[in-house]
């Protein structure tokens, strides 16, 4: 059974960072891609970066500009999302997933996390 745990949310001014953790366990190769969304009420959850477990590489959403980035620790079997230069409309709470592809969208990814909440103030 995957598990998925996120953490790392908090409260942090404008222009801060904020690491988030997604500690992993019971993955297998059907859960070889894992990702980060965000969701905002009254809005879609919206995909922020993803990585794959075995290659490492990295793929982002297109509003995260070279401002987070994403990255594994196999030993930890822990995702990290390193959030640095962060605006008020970064306010979310962001979830962990686990996919057996490579995706984008919510709906290609089976297994979540409980989500974290993210609040940037101005």
């Known amino acids: 059974q995957v598990q998925l745990v996120d953490s790392g949310g908090g409260l942090v001014q404008a222009g801060g960072s904020l690491r988030l953790a997604c500690a992993v366990s019971?993955?297998?190769?059907?859960?070889?891609?894992l990702g980060w969304f965000r969701h905002v009420p009254g809005k879609e959850r919206e995909f922020v970066a993803g990585i794959d477990w075995s290659a490492g590489s990295t793929w982002y959403g297109a509003f995260v500009k070279g401002r987070f980035t994403v990255s594994r620790d196999n030993a930890k079997n822990t995702m990290y999302l390193q959030m640095n230069s962060l605006k008020p409309e970064d306010t979310a709470v962001y979830y962990c997933a686990a996919s057996k592809k490579w995706a984008t969208i919510q709906a290609s990814y089976d297994y979540w996390g409980q989500g974290t909440r993210v609040t940037v103030s101005s």
């Open positions: 019971g993955r297998t190769f059907s859960t070889n891609f």
